[in-house]
């Protein structure tokens, strides 16, 4: 069995590190820089890698939906 840290009182934060995890701004910036056309241009150009991820995503769950069909369809030899 490991060993627990267990803080019976701990220390309040300052009220400049609560504001510093209270960003709504920035929340509210990175959904439109992702949930917008403009965006989406940005990861084309910018953010490979995530774009990248969605479309290989976005391949295997067709594959797994039409693979059935796809095999269903070729001619027996």
Known sequence: MGKFKIKINPPVPSIETIHQ???FGGL???????????GI????YHDRK????IVII???LLMLL???EIS???IPL
């Open 58 to 60: 976005i391949v295997f």
């Open 28 to 38: 509210l910036h990175r959904y439109k820089k992702y949930y917008s056309t403009d």
């Open 21 to 23: 995890y209270r960003n």
């Open 50 to 53: 995530r774009l990248v991820y």
């Open 72 to 74: 269903a369809q070729s």
């Open 66 to 68: 039409f693979v059935e």
């Open 41 to 44: 241009r940005y990861m084309l």
